[in-house]
């Protein structure tokens, strides 16, 4: 038993430093759209992949859990920050973090794990939504909303490709697990 809970922590702690260092790098990317808070979300990969590893169909004896995932999105964010000294980013960060991993656990009822690009899309457009409330709260300035149908509209794109690219990788380990 303990084994298999070294084994799984290991296992969680790779994920969360996966999930860091793509969060770091993604950091250095400029993007050619000059809306504040639009970015890929890449480091989102390791999350839905965690979150979708706690149904798949490896026999592996380790098994990861929601709760294990959100604790990998939480580190991530946490850490995030601090390698970034971003604070207002880590408040934001939480609200869309959360808000985008609700829905993505009430969605992985409705979808298999071939469709885990809706549950990245889905969880984008929600993330947005939640960094926009808080951005609002944050500075009291309810103008910001009008960011949301453009955030949207990005989150969509980058939610997709980061839910196919979560299955492309659980489909991968499952083949070769």
Request: charged fraction near 10%.
């Amino acid at each position: 038993m303990k084994r298999t809970n070294t084994k799984k922590l290991t296992i969680m702690a790779a994920l969360t430093a996966a999930a860091l260092v793509i969060f770091i790098i993604e950091a250095q990317i400029p993007l050619p759209i000059p809306i504040p808070g639009a970015k890929l979300g890449l480091a989102n990969v390791i999350t839905l992949f965690a979150l979708f590893y706690s149904r798949s169909e490896t026999q592996s004896k380790v098994t990861i859990k929601k709760t294990d995932a959100f604790a990998i999105l939480v580190c991530r964010i946490l850490l995030g920050a601090l390698v970034t000294s971003r604070i207002i980013a880590l408040l934001l960060s939480f609200a869309g973090g959360i808000l985008g991993f609700a829905a993505q656990v009430l969605l992985m009822r409705f979808v298999t794990n071939k469709q885990i690009w809706v549950c990245g899309a889905i969880g984008a457009i929600f993330h947005n939504l939640g960094q926009i409330i808080a951005a609002i709260i944050v500075t009291g300035a309810p103008e910001i909303i009008f960011y949301l149908p453009v955030l949207t509209i990005i989150g969509i794109i980058t939610g997709t490709t980061t839910g196919l690219i979560a299955q492309i990788v659980l489909t991968r380990i499952n083949r070769h697990v």
